[in-house]
């Protein structure tokens, strides 16, 4: 059973730059990985998703901004933050896939999220 810790939020200014991993206890064979958050008082939305074959897909809020990205030999999972927005502002989640998609009902073993806060 793959189980995914996210890490590296926090607080930032606008404009600013963060970068988030996501680390899987086991293999990391999941054919599609994504990032997702939720902030306060709001639904969990998609962000950006990364496929085996390194093909990607990011929200329209995100684009060009934000990157995901994975590292094969270290089982990790990357989402590279920049110009940052207080908009971004949410609990930051990664979970596995089964489709390449944004939307979270088809993504589980939840990690149990990281902090973002741009003011």
């Known amino acids: 059973h793959v189980q995914l810790v996210e890490s590296g939020g926090g607080s930032v200014q606008v404009g600013g730059s963060l970068r988030l991993s996501c680390a899987a206890s086991?293999?990391?064979?999941?054919?599609?990985m994504g990032w997702f958050r939720q902030p306060p008082g709001k639904q969990r939305e998609g962000v950006a998703v990364?496929?085996?074959?390194?093909?990607?897909l990011h929200a329209p809020s995100v684009k060009g901004r934000f990157t995901v990205s994975k590292d094969n030999a270290k089982n990790t999972l990357y989402l590279q933050m920049n110009s940052l927005k207080p908009e971004d502002t949410a609990m930051y989640f990664c979970a596995r896939g089964t489709t390449f998609t944004l939307a979270a009902a088809y993504f589980s073993s939840w990690g149990q999220g990281t902090q973002v806060t741009v003011s």
């Open positions: 990364l496929g085996r074959y390194g093909s990607t």
């Open positions: 086991g293999y990391l064979n999941s054919p599609y």
